[in-house]
């Protein structure tokens, strides 16, 4: 029996989005479309919403770490090794953190937008975190993020060309809107009906909520991209 459709709200330099990417596509029970947002941009308002630079912390914290909560460099360490434990739980490579971390996502995230378009958001988005936190690598250098998207067959002159739209720019801007919208605040986070489902448990959460609303309206709208593999 197929099952409500969601949404996975991600950004590629979150480490909890991360370790949800690599367990929705065998947890939740039906369709899931993956949208690219720009989690710095989650709680601003403004026309440029998704086109602007903001600070480290900011960065950090809108990608899921809970920054306002660290009162200490232990505290902030202790929130790493839970993300590397929960990489071990998941069977996945050793963590790696990239140099620097936070990085800006913004490129990342315009080619996920790019690649949303032409219908490869989930192998890019699989191939991207893989480079980020198994490979150690910033995504903030278009040479890292050509290394993702090859991985998926998305040529490299393309996906440059791509990164650079503005076309493409006001559509992450836009769905990052969209989102916030939606009251999301923070990433990852599922949407199932009207719920939003977000942080660590987010994937869970979400699949319950799925089972209980019961089947879709319209099966046939499931993201063309679902179930894909890297």
């Known amino acids: 029996m197929s099952v409500a459709p969601a949404s996975f709200y991600f950004d590629l330099s979150s480490p909890l989005a991360y370790l949800a ?16 947002v720009l989690a710095r941009e989650l709680d601003r308002d403004g026309p440029d919403v998704g086109l602007d630079r903001e600070t480290e912390s900011d960065r950090e914290g809108r990608a899921g770490a809970p920054v306002e909560a660290w009162r200490c460099e232990q505290e902030r360490e202790a929130f790493r090794e839970d993300i590397a434990l929960g990489a071990r739980e998941l069977g996945l490579q050793a963590l790696r953190w990239p140099e620097p971390f936070p990085f800006d996502s913004a490129l ?37 993020v050509l290394i993702a998207a090859a991985a998926c067959e998305m040529h490299p002159a393309a996906v ?64 063309a991209s679902v179930g894909a593999a890297p």
């Open 160 to 223: 440059a060309r791509g990164a650079e739209l503005r076309s493409v720019a006001e559509q992450l801007a836009a769905a990052t809107r969209d989102a916030a919208n939606l009251g999301i605040i923070e990433i990852p986070a599922i949407l199932v009906g009207e719920e939003v489902f977000a942080g660590e448990r987010a994937v869970e959460q979400a699949a319950v909520r799925m089972r209980e609303l019961g089947p879709a309206d319209d099966p046939a709208d499931a993201d």
């Open 108 to 144: 990342a995230m315009r080619v996920a937008t790019y690649a949303k378009s032409i219908g490869r958001t989930v192998p890019f988005a699989q191939a991207a975190f893989r480079q980020v936190f198994a490979g150690g690598r910033d995504l903030s250098q278009l040479d890292n």
């Open 21 to 36: 990417a690599e367990r929705i596509l065998h947890t939740l029970p039906g369709p899931c479309e993956w949208q690219p």
